[in-house]
C-alpha cells in the first residue's frame, strides 16, 4: 500500500481518514493563498474592519466559553449557550429572542441526534 497510516486498516481508511484528508487540503490550500498575497502586488487595503474584527473576538470568546462548559454542563447545553450568546453578540436581536432561537436549535439538533 506504500505509506502506513494509523488510520488505515488492511480493508480500508479507518476512522480520521477523512478528517485528516481534508485538513491537509485545507492546509495546503491556506499556504498557497497565503504565498499568493505575499506575492501579490496589489495595493494594500484593509482586509478586516474594526468591527468584523471585534466580532470575530466576541464569538471566540464564546467558543471557549463553550469548550469550558462542556465537561461540566455537557454537550447540548453547552452548545445552546454558544447559540444564544453568539447570537446575541453579532446580532442586534433581543435577549429573549436570542434565548428562544438558542433554545429552539438546541431541542431540534437533540431531538435528531438523541431521540
Known amino acids: 500500500m506504500g505509506i502506513i497510516y494509523g488510520f488505515w486498516e488492511e480493508t480500508g ?3 480520521g481518514f477523512t478528517p485528516v484528508v481534508f485538513g491537509l487540503i485545507v492546509t495546503v490550500s491556506s499556504v498557497a493563498l497565503f504565498w499568493h498575497s505575499l ?7 484593509q ?3 474594526k468591527k468584523e474584527l471585534l466580532d470575530l473576538f466576541k464569538i ?9 462548559c462542556i465537561p461540566r454542563l455537557g454537550t447540548f447545553t453547552s452548545l445552546g449557550l454558544l ?12 435577549w429573549l429572542m436570542a434565548t428562544c432561537t438558542g ?10 441526534f438523541k431521540v
Open 39 to 45: 506575492r501579490s502586488k496589489k495595493d494594500k487595503k
Open 60 to 68: 471566540c470568546l464564546a467558543v471557549c466559553l463553550v469548550i469550558f
Open 103 to 112: 433554545a429552539g436549535i438546541t431541542v431540534i439538533l437533540y431531538l435528531v
Open 83 to 94: 447559540l444564544v450568546v453568539g447570537i446575541k453578540l453579532i446580532s442586534s436581536s433581543t
Open 13 to 15: 481508511p479507518a476512522s
Open 47 to 49: 482586509i478586516i474592519t
